[in-house]
């Protein structure tokens, strides 16, 4: 099989989310993806995209990496993420992580947990979502995943609801998440008018809107080992400002 992948865009920003917030990242978002979540941003990726080799991958990271000479915290500058879509519907994503782990990169990837992520290199950092009740695709989390999970690894519950922040309570104390890795609680930024795709599910019904104030003070309230978080990037740039 050739090594190619089809990527929707590779750019250099910073990271918006995660404990890495803050950091230089470089984003190699991937194209496709199987779920069809309510509050997706990034719905252009699905389709959007162009075949590229893997060498070729591999010289443009490296050209937006060659400014950085240094580490910050032991971490090589910049970090590299694979987001998408679903980086893991392409199997390529396995060797291209692989390559940038050898080359001394610290590797993120942002998976839905709906993917088996157990052939991801050990040495990647996986950031995986638990769905939480309104992406509307709650019934995809693939639960096996829990077992693969490291401590270097984080797991994102995106929520938008009430029935997300109690949903994701419970299933903290049901799996003790808290004892596998860091949890991030991240607020669903409502999705601009050129952001609203046709395809994307609709929060279910009977469910009941959660400000990011009302988030996070039901955090503080109940004392929950969760790291809250909004999109960095939706602050610093427009909301649906693409490669940033």
Known sequence: MSETLVVNEIYLSLQGESTFAGLP?????????????????????????????????????????????????????????????????????????????????????????????????????????????????????????????????????????????DWAKQKIVEHKLDAICPLLFSWVQPLTPEQQDKVLKKVPAGQTPITRLELAEKIIADALPVRFQVQMHKIIWSPDQRGV
Not at 39 to 47: G, L, R
Not at 80 to 91: A, M, Y
Not at 141 to 164: A, C, P, Y
């Open 25 to 165: 990242c470089i984003f190699v978002r991937l194209t496709a993806c199987n779920l069809r979540c309510s509050y997706c941003d990034t719905a252009y990726a699905f389709t959007e995209g162009e075949k590229q080799s893997v060498p070729d991958m591999l010289a443009e990271i490296r050209k937006l990496a060659a400014p950085y000479s240094q580490s910050i915290n032991g971490h090589k500058m910049p970090l590299i993420e694979l987001t998408g879509g679903e980086p893991l519907l392409q199997p390529n994503a396995l060797p291209l992580m692989k390559t940038l782990c050898d080359e001394g990169f610290t590797v993120l990837i942002e998976t839905s947990g709906a993917h088996d992520i157990s052939k991801i290199d050990p040495r990647v950092r996986r950031i995986m979502d638990l769905k939480c009740p309104s992406s509307g695709e709650v019934l995809r989390n693939r639960w096996e995943n829990l077992r693969h999970l490291k401590s270097t690894d984080e797991i994102k519950f995106v929520m938008g609801t009430q029935e997300d922040y």
